[in-house]
């Protein structure tokens, strides 16, 4: 059975990562996202085991123990994870898709060097404060620590696969689009189709 592309979507909070990924999986069903696991409050609209799985930080610190993250990161002042069974489990059969900061992204590039890492980045950072401040989830304090964090996130994109620049959502989502089906086209992973290919001298009769 082919393995699984693991797509990771990373960049600054406030870049746009999460309408994007949202529309992603909704176009491709084969592409499954991975729900972390987070200590974060939960926000007005969000369902706990769809956007995230939402645990104490005692629960968080039992999982980070007994190894059940193939990633964690504390980011702007909260513990999220990856589930490394979730991942290993849907690469399976399926495209699973993370939604995770940079130090997560970072991580996964270095345990997974196979995986796909697509930085989305603002147009610029008066852009994000802007987008940041508008979107109104955070309090004061939490919205100057995300734009602190993004400073340092935003010197870290040479680490990754693919940047692009939210300066428009739908000309953006277009990018993602065109990465994903170049990633599905990769030789390292069409290995079925090439062995394939290497046969027809076999069923020929050999050359
Ligand atoms: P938010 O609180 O806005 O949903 O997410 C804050 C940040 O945490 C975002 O940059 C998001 O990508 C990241 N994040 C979400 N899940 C994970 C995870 O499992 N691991 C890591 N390292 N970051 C995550």
Redesign the pocket.
């Known amino acids: 059975m082919k393995k699984g592309i693991l797509f990771v979507i990373t960049g600054p909070?406030g870049a746009g990562?999460t309408t994007l990924l949202k529309s992603l999986t909704k176009e491709y069903p084969e592409l499954s996202f991975s729900v972390?696991y987070?200590t974060?409050p939960i926000r007005k609209g969000e369902q706990n085991g769809k956007d995230y799985w939402f645990v104490s930080e005692e629960e968080f610190n039992k999982k980070m123990k007994d190894g059940d993250f193939l990633?964690?990161?504390q980011?702007?002042g909260y513990y999220?994870?990856?589930s490394a069974f979730c991942v290993s489990e849907e690469l399976e059969h399926a495209n699973l898709l993370l939604?995770?900061?940079v130090?997560?992204a970072v991580n996964v590039k270095h345990l997974i060097p196979d995986s796909t890492v697509c930085f989305i980045a603002p147009p610029g950072y008066d852009e994000l404060v802007s987008r940041l401040t508008k979107r109104g989830t955070e309090s004061e304090a939490d919205l100057k620590k995300r734009l602190d964090d993004a400073i340092h996130e935003l010197k870290e994109i040479e680490k990754f696969d693919y940047l692009i620049i939210n300066d428009n959502a739908k000309h953006a989502y277009e990018q993602l689009k065109l990465v994903y089906a170049a990633e599905k086209l990769r030789v390292s992973r069409c290995k079925a189709e090439i062995e394939a290919f290497k046969n027809i001298d076999k069923r020929n009769g050999g050359v």
Do not use: L
Request: aromatic share 12%; proline share 0%.
């Open positions: 909070s990562k972390s987070t974060r990633e964690y990161a980011v702007h999220y994870g990856t939604d995770i900061d130090q997560g």
